[in-house]
């Protein structure tokens, strides 16, 4: 059985932890489960019910023994066929699996399940997409099946020969997601009256369409052979299809006048992949918003392509947008927009800040009216759609343009804006832990030190926007110390090293006065700032030109590095010292605290973030290459360099705060746990956890899933280790009962990356229903 600290949990947390394993989207989810169950009794039953959640046959050479196997341990335990939720077929192996006897003496048993399995999904579980041979037969099954009366959640993916009485079949169907689903058949003259006549038609609630025109239209309009509609759209609430599909879009004003009345989320988001190729329809003349009354949320993604061939017509995308916010009326319900805008092309990126940005921010402020409104602002940036480039060149200046377009939004404290843009995460991780330390009164020298390449690199990325933000063509203009090429170089060193300086500062202030570690780090922090003025001198001194102020160097020359007798003094300079600080920052905490004494879980994060100082070293590394290789490449080199140089000191200052900022929120995280398990042993016995899950319920559940990795340490300070260096401190002292719970750390978030989601599907917003789907 358990032993302390997991025993002193309560049953409907141990649920709570089988459920969040469950739903983990890396590793085996199985095989966790598995593993789970086996840990101890306790989570046995409720691990079981994931297990069996998912009824699949997906390859006709494996599938006769995998229900052979199946078989067997219903034989043995018959209620695990009530634990079956969801039923995945692969539509090829119709013809054999209907008339298969293992498979039919199964059936059976789901179908005597309280709880029947609500969710089908159908079509290519793997591999090629599948066609159906014989689908009047098909239909007719499920007709008589018990799924005719179970079926609420209906997937088609990658099948082709779709028949429309299929949706016939599953009169309480509510959710419908097409996924390269298409139909051939044109008027149904061969099928029975039965099939096409006198059925209830379900009324839908959640449709997802992803390429599936020809399927979509005979939903809308089915041919002549049937007397009632295939499906009701009247109380369709959400709707969610790609706004480059130009087969979905063409269909989706018909949807929005039939389910006018009815639909509260609308989400143009699903990615299209269609490389270079894919480009943004005109959905001014295809979409009308007007007739929504109960629209609560409007998500949209766009493409905006920079680069076009010589005299095409330019493209007004956010015009177009503008035009369909502008059907909105100013009576509405929405409280929540969210853009997602994806510019491909090259600096200087006229063709996205020639679009009216000014324009879409007052529609935001006209949609808000005076009620408060969730609005998210999402951009990427890249040169091709598969391109992988993290910081493309120009990236920052297109932000900070489009962000001061925005400045408007600021007078409307009702409208919550979130511009999701990762550049300035080092800043925001920075300040925030200032704050956490000034609050809690620990500020220290590494916190001293750390407010100046935080000052210091809000100047750097200003100046090198205002330098950089018409191209090469504006390098000669700016003229002056600020915009010099020594005042840049020295900005960046400063960031860099003082972030070396912060995080070696930060390593000392955990051991005592007068200890040896402790001593050797604050050496190490002098010798960084001897290093940081020496570097200054031997990059700058060979690289001043023969005319001019003294701050005038010309890093684009290769005398800047040939230089006093040909050896390499400004390259190889930076690199040696770059190299050896980042070394030193790496492997001293990693000497000092190897032999500390602590739980095997925080001994892995602490080493693990000393050891994060090997991104700066990469990042030293692949900053001296490129300097190298590209300074004989002319006026174009001095941008290439600027913005790796502006990479490293972003990088730079990101590691020094990330162990403070990682302990914060683990700590954070372990006292919430720890008040969830003190509210446990006062509460009353907990009420047993049904076995039904609709996909409502599951909603609810997913919006905590973010809890669900903790333990019962206290969390570790990081303020001092004692005289022996045996051991990091604790507040509260941890005691022996609160260390035995390191085995909770091999129960929840642990596991190795796996699968992702379908790539046909783009995550939405937190807030959407996409985000709160339930687990079918």
Known sequence: ?????????????????????????????????????????????????????????????????????????????????????????????????????????????????????????????????????????????FTQSFFSQSVTVLHLDACRNIPLPIFLSFPRLREVFLDHARTSEKTYDQYPDDLCCGREAPSLEVLNYWHSRSLLEQMISPPLRFSTPVVLWSNLLVLTLSPQDEGGISCLQPILDAACDALQELYLTNWDYGGSDAQQLPLAKLVNLSKLPNLHVFSLYAIIKCKIRRKAARPVVLHDINTVLRTIPGSNK???????????????????????????????????????????????????????????????????????????????????????????????????????????????????????????????????????????????????????????????????????????????????????????????????????????????????TAEGAWYDLNFNRKDCIKHLGGRIIALLSTFILDFSADILLVVT?????????????????????????????????????????????????????????????GLSLLICNLLIITMLIYRFVLRKFENDIQASRTSPPPVATTQESTSNKNETNESSADDSEKSTFHPVSLTSINGTCSGISSVPPATASSLQGSALAHVVGEGELGSSPSSSQMTGPPWSFSARSSYT
């Not at 951009?379 to 200046?397: K, Q, R």
């Not at 990325?461 to 063509?473: E, H, K, N, Q």
Request: glycine residues 4%; charged residues 20%.
């Open 1 to 141: 059985m358990l032993n302390p600290p997991l025993s002193l949990l309560s049953d409907d947390l141990l649920a709570y932890i089988v459920e969040h394993t469950a739903k983990l989207r890396f590793g085996d989810r199985l095989q966790n489960l598995n593993n789970l169950s086996l840990a101890d009794r306790a989570f046995t039953q409720a691990c079981q019910k994931y297990i069996f959640w998912v009824f699949k046959l997906s390859s006709r050479r494996k599938a006769p023994k995998k229900l052979k196997k199946l078989k067997n341990i219903l034989d043995d335990k018959p209620t695990f066929a009530h634990q079956f939720r969801r039923v995945e077929l692969a539509l090829e192996l119709s013809a054999w699996l209907f008339d298969d006897q293992t498979f039919n003496s199964i059936l059976p048993l789901l179908a005597n399940s309280p709880v029947l399995p609500h969710a089908l999904r159908l079509g290519r579980l793997m591999g090629d997409p599948t066609v159906l041979d014989d689908p009047i037969v098909v239909v007719r099954w």
């Open 334 to 544: 929405i409280t929540n927009l969210w853009f997602d805008f994806s510019i491909l092309g090259r600096r200087p990126f006229h063709v996205c800040l020639e679009q009216d940005w000014v324009g879409i921010f007052k529609e935001i402020i006209r949609i808000s009216g005076s009620k408060a409104l969730e609005l998210e602002f999402q951009m990427g940036v890249a040169v091709e759609p598969s391109d992988s480039e993290l910081h493309p060149p120009g990236e920052d200046e297109l932000y900070m343009h489009i962000t001061e377009k925005a400045a408007s939004l600021s007078d409307y404290p009702k409208i919550c804006t979130h511009f999701w843009n990762p550049t300035f995460l080092a800043l925001g991780f920075t300040c925030l832990r200032l704050v956490h330390r000034w609050r809690t009164k620990q500020m220290w020298w590494d916190d001293y030190s750390a407010f100046i390449p935080l000052t210091v690199d809000v100047i750097y990325i200003v100046l090198t926007w205002l330098r950089f933000r018409d191209g090469v063509a504006g390098i000669t203009e700016m003229e002056g110390f600020l915009y010099s090429d020594w005042f840049g170089v020295a900005l960046g060193w400063t960031v860099i090293w003082g972030s070396r300086i912060s995080l070696s500062l930060s390593i000392a202030r955990v051991f005592p006065e007068k200890h040896t570690c402790r001593r050797f780090l604050l050496g190490l922090s002098t010798a960084f700032f001897l290093s940081y003025i020496g570097i200054l001198f031997a990059t700058a001194i060979p690289c001043k």
């Open 589 to 649: 905490p990693l000497m000092m605290l190897w032999r500390v004494k602590l739980p095997t879980k925080e001994r892995r994060l602490i080493l693990a973030l000393f050891a994060s100082s090997l991104i700066t070293l990469l990042s030293s590394i692949t900053f001296s290459i490129i300097w190298a290789l590209s300074i004989d490449h002319g006026v174009s080199s001095v941008i290439l360099i600027s913005m790796f140089a502006l990479l490293q000191a």
